[in-house]
């Protein structure tokens, strides 16, 4: 996947291999910044924001950066509704490779917002970086260095981070493992994205215990509740569940809410399950090939851990 996203760059959405238009359109863009600005309204009821400060809207995955440039003309149009110092608001557009990154900051639809100071950029990989480096300004965002709660903006990136599969089977817990190999006889390249489409997978499920995350950074508990969840919800249940959990979305939401001491709003599109209706029955996970490949995200986790971490979740189905 990461050989994939490094060597097409930009193409992959300029020639239409990854989907993308279902959240890179004025429509959802418009959309984001209303509930932005409906959050920013909430906090400052509050006295919880500080208009001195900065508050940063982190996109992961930014890949070509059509949905950056439809939300920052959003903002544009809500400068005369919002009570927050529109200059103080910074957009960063974020993914892990160069390819995407140079492709931003020298495209001339983005420059006047990169020469106000109102768009910024960095290099950062979701899933492993714990600090984001700002490309136009030099700051550093780490653990607790940001006063404002921040907003983090992810589509169609948690359905191609990592994902651990479940089942519950006649009231037990299992893991799913997975050996994964090509159709052909030999790969001469190990990294061509081309042998996605020749990806043949086998699984096998292990029992487990709902303490099967036990080294979390202080999320175990968290997470043992995911899990809990889900074998208390389906151990009377005939049929079986089959479900995932995004782990690489989860970690990456972590690291990023501590920036801001964990005070932050996540605005998130993708494919997805939301109703654990959803998981009913024993079967092996679903894996959408489109040049690159994805799984459907469980927002019905990810809402799980926001609550036991005392926040809340809104879904729209």
């Known amino acids: 996947m990461t050989s994939f996203y490094e060597r097409k760059g930009p193409e992959s959405w300029s020639q239409g291999i990854v989907p993308h238009f279902i959240t890179c359109n004025a429509f959802i863009g418009r959309s984001y910044a209303k509930v932005l600005q409906g959050f920013i309204a909430d906090l400052l009821r509050q006295g919880a924001m500080d208009k001195d400060e900065p508050l940063y809207i982190v996109e992961l995955g930014a890949g070509s950066g059509k949905f950056s440039y439809y939300m920052l003309k959003a903002l544009d149009e809500m400068k005369d509704v919002c009570d927050f110092p529109m200059d103080k608001i910074i957009f960063v557009m974020t993914d892990f490779t160069s390819k995407n990154f140079d492709f931003w900051k020298d495209h001339q639809a983005l420059k006047p917002y990169f020469d106000s100071g109102r768009l910024d950029a960095a290099i950062f990989d ?131 809410t501590a920036l801001s001491s964990g005070r932050a709003v996540v605005i998130s599109g993708d494919k997805g ?37 005392g926040g809340f979740c809104l879904h729209n189905h």
């Not at 490309?135 to 607790?144: E, I, M, P, Q």
């Not at 589509?155 to 994964?180: A, M, P, R």
């Open 126 to 256: 979701a899933v492993e970086d714990n600090q984001i480096t700002l490309w136009r300004s030099g700051r550093v965002l780490s653990a607790g260095a940001v006063k404002n709660p921040i907003c983090i903006v992810a589509n169609y990136l948690f359905d191609t981070l990592y994902h651990d599969i479940f089942q519950v089977d006649n009231g037990i817990l299992k893991e799913g493992l997975v050996s994964t190999g090509s159709k052909e006889m030999e790969e001469p390249d190990p990294l061509d994205p081309e042998i996605i489409g020749r990806l043949e997978n086998l699984y096998k499920y292990n029992p487990i215990s709902t303490g099967y995350y036990d080294q979390e950074d202080g999320d175990e508990l968290h997470f043992q509740r995911i899990l809990q969840w889900y074998e208390d919800y389906f151990k009377d249940n005939e049929q079986g569940a089959s479900f995932l959990v995004p782990v690489g979305a989860l970690r990456a939401l972590r690291r990023l």
């Open 273 to 309: 399950n939301n109703n654990p209706e959803q998981f009913v029955g024993l079967m092996d996970p679903h894996i959408a090939v489109h040049g690159s490949f994805s799984l459907m995200v469980n927002y019905h986790a990810i809402g799980t851990y926001f609550a036991s971490k």
